[in-house]
Nanobody, 115 residues
């Protein structure tokens, strides 16, 4: 089992920063491709960033240059460092783990960017 628990969401002012964490249990965490998605009110869930088991990353155009995804396999944790936050980044952020046909989702953490 690789249940996922997101944390780090908060209310932050525009231009601020947050770091989200996605913690997983399971000794095979390092084999999973981990992604962050987000869902804003009234919108579909959208891809934000991905890191594979080799450390290769990919980002949505809307967050390139502002967000950084990283992983610490020793801690079974993936991070999403979010800088220069904008009101349009407001959403529930979800962590997703994929290995072959196996997919896990976390329950999400709320990020609100507002003055």
């Amino acid at each position: 089992q690789v249940p996922l628990v997101e944390s780090g969401g908060d209310l932050v002012q525009p231009g601020g920063s947050l770091r989200l964490s996605c913690a997983a249990s399971g000794s095979i965490f390092s084999t999973y491709v981990i992604s962050w998605y987000r869902q804003a009110p009234g919108k579909q869930r959208a891809f934000v960033a991905l890191i594979n088991n080799s450390g290769k990353t990919n980002y949505a155009d809307s967050v390139k240059g502002r967000f950084t995804i990283s992983r610490d396999n020793a801690k079974n944790t993936v991070y999403l460092q979010m800088n220069s936050l904008k009101p349009e980044d407001t959403a529930v952020y979800y962590c997703k783990a994929v290995s072959g046909l196996t997919v896990y989702w976390g329950k999400g953490t709320q990020v609100t960017v507002s003055s």
